[in-house]
C-alpha cells in the first residue's frame, strides 16, 4: 500500500462549485504539504502543516483553505472554483524529527483537478 | 526570497550517453539542502539524488551524481550511461532549515532509442 494516498485522482468539476481534495499518509510524518503543478511553472506550495495546530500559508494561499483533521490527514478545499484553478495538486510529508540532516519530501500521486 | 531556476525546459539524449541537467538556486543561507526529483509519464514524484550545502562532496547514487558548486550557487545534475527509463521532468528543488521546499520549472529529458 501507498505511504501516502491521494483522493481523487482525477476530478472535473464547474466554475463554482467547492471542491475537497483529501490526502492521508502512514509514514508517521507530522509535517504535510499541498502543491499545485502548472506546466512550466514547476510545483508551487499552497499550504503546510507542521503539526495538527500548526497551519501556514505558502506562495500561493489565495483560493484555497486547509484542515488537517489529524496527523495523518491534510485536506485542501477549493471554496469556490474557478479555471485557473486547474493543475496537478500534490500532497507530500516529511518527517518532523531533527536528524541534524535532511529530511526528503515524500509524494502523494497527485490529483489532476479540472476546472470547467 | 529564495529561486530557483532551471534554464533547459526540455532536452534530448541518446540512449547510454551522458547527459547533465542545470539548476541554479539563490539564497542567503549558509546551510540548506538540495534535491533533484524525477517525475516519469506516471506523474509520481521520485527522490534521485540530494547534498547538504556543507558539505563538499558531490553527491553520487548509481549513474546520478551532481556537481555542486556553492561558491556559483550551481547544482547540476549528471546521468551516465541514460536509460528509456529515465525519460521524465525533472525538478530541482531547494529546502532551508525551515523545511519548506521551493522547486524549479523543470527540464524535461527524452531518452532516444
Known amino acids: 500500500d501507498a505511504d501516502v494516498t491521494q483522493t481523487p485522482r482525477n476530478r472535473i468539476t464547474k466554475t463554482g462549485k467547492r471542491i475537497m481534495l483529501e490526502c492521508s499518509q502512514t509514514?508517521?510524518?507530522?509535517?504535510m504539504y499541498w502543491y499545485r503543478q502548472d506546466p512550466g511553472l514547476g510545483l508551487r506550495l499552497i499550504y503546510y502543516?507542521?503539526?495538527?495546530?500548526?497551519?501556514n500559508k505558502g506562495e500561493i494561499s489565495d483560493g484555497y483553505s486547509v484542515s488537517r483533521q489529524a496527523q495523518a490527514k491534510f485536506s485542501l478545499s477549493l471554496e469556490s472554483a474557478i479555471p485557473n484553478q486547474t493543475a496537478l495538486y500534490f500532497c507530500?510529508?516529511?518527517?518532523?524529527?531533527?536528524?541534524?540532516?535532511?529530511?526528503?519530501?515524500?509524494f502523494g500521486p497527485g490529483t489532476r483537478l479540472t476546472v470547467l | 526570497a529564495q529561486t530557483v531556476t532551471q534554464s533547459q525546459p526540455e532536452m534530448s539524449v541518446q540512449e547510454a550517453e551522458t547527459v547533465t541537467l542545470s539548476c541554479t538556486y539563490d539564497?542567503?543561507?549558509?546551510?540548506?539542502?538540495l534535491f533533484w526529483y524525477k517525475q516519469p509519464p506516471s506523474r509520481q514524484m521520485i527522490l534521485v539524488i540530494r547534498?547538504?550545502?556543507?558539505?563538499?562532496q558531490n553527491a553520487t547514487e548509481n549513474r546520478f551524481s551532481v556537481n555542486f558548486q556553492k561558491a556559483a550557487k550551481s547544482f547540476s545534475l549528471k546521468i551516465s550511461d541514460s536509460q528509456l527509463g529515465d525519460t521524465a521532468m525533472y525538478f530541482c528543488?531547494?529546502?532551508?532549515?525551515?523545511?519548506?521546499?521551493?522547486f524549479g520549472s523543470g527540464t524535461k529529458l527524452n531518452v532516444k532509442p
Open positions: 507530500a510529508t516529511s518527517d518532523r524529527r531533527d536528524r541534524g540532516y535532511w529530511d526528503e519530501q515524500f
Open positions: 509514514k508517521g510524518h507530522d509535517r
Open positions: 502543516s507542521f503539526d495538527v495546530k500548526d497551519i
Open positions: 539564497t542567503s543561507e549558509n546551510n540548506y539542502y
Open positions: 547534498q547538504e550545502a556543507y558539505k563538499q
Open positions: 528543488a531547494f529546502m532551508k532549515q525551515e523545511r519548506k521546499f521551493y
